[in-house]
């Protein structure tokens, strides 16, 4: 299983996150609100095709992710 460090620029501020999970609250919480969701990043991550409609809003909040290898 492939471990990976999800990061996201928000608001000048710098999140760091292990989990898909632990990145969709952190962003939630920013915001203060539900702006994404832990499936819309899960596709945006893994299958792009699927998220054509939705990717122009959360490319907005810069993420990425760095793989970390394999565990």
């Known amino acids: ?5 999800y ?3 928000i608001r000048d501020q ?3 996150c292990h989990t898909i999970k632990e ?4 962003i ?4 203060e609100f539900d702006v994404v969701s832990s499936n ?3 596709n945006y991550f893994t299958r792009p095709e699927r998220m ?3 990717v122009n809003n959360i490319t907005k909040l810069q993420l990425r ?5 394999a565990i």
Do not use: H, V
Request: zero cysteines; hydrophobic letters at 35%.
């Open 40 to 42: 819309s990043l899960y």
């Open 52 to 54: 054509k409609g939705k």
């Open 28 to 31: 939630n919480d920013i915001f």
């Open 65 to 69: 992710r760095q793989n970390l290898g």
């Open 7 to 9: 990061l996201a620029m």
């Open 23 to 26: 990145l969709t609250q952190t």
């Open 14 to 16: 710098e999140i760091k």
């Open 1 to 5: 299983m492939k471990k990976y460090l």
